[in-house]
């Protein structure tokens, strides 16, 4: 029997410090986005969203967002159709625009997560729904109306 080393097919590890904690990943059109933080300040780490360019992650990034109190666990892409991200902080749901030219987010709105944290999220192929969950067990689908 052959077992595949998979350090063999993934090349050799490349990395460099962020400087903070990361709590998710994801891939955006050209972009790399990544969240993390300390939670809150408390440990003199801003929280925030970092953009870097795939072609030059190791470089500083395009952009910050420091998100101050809002420690984002959780990351999704819209796609690039719509340039949207969903990003779930336990607390509140934020969904984010992404410009696509040079990688700055702006916050397009969010919505308190009562009476429980939705801890994930996910948009649909078309980036018109997105669709919630957390610790109420239960799945809820959102209508993303854009001309509103």
């Given amino acids: ?34 969240s993390g933080g300390g939670g809150s300040g408390a440990y003199g780490i801003a929280n925030k969203l970092a ?15 420091d998100t101050k109190k809002d420690l984002i666990e959780n990351l999704m892409s819209s796609g690039t159709k719509t ?10 749901c934020l969904l984010y625009t992404l410009n696509p030219q040079n990688g700055q987010i702006d916050e397009a709105t969010r919505f308190p997560t009562d009476p429980d944290n939705q801890n994930t999220s996910v948009f649909n192929l078309e980036g018109t729904l997105l669709a919630t969950g957390g ?14």
């Fill in 1 to 34: 029997s052959k077992q595949t080393n998979l350090s063999i097919l993934m090349g050799k590890r490349k990395g460099k410090a962020l400087g903070f904690p990361i709590f998710s990943i994801i891939s955006h059109g050209d972009f790399i986005i990544v």
């Fill in 51 to 65: 953009v870097y360019a795939k072609n030059t992650l190791l470089d500083k990034p395009v952009f910050e967002l």
């Fill in 83 to 92: 340039n949207l991200l969903s990003c779930n902080t336990g607390r509140f």
């Fill in 135 to 148: 610790e109420d067990s239960i799945i809820t689908l959102w209508n993303l109306n854009y001309e509103n």
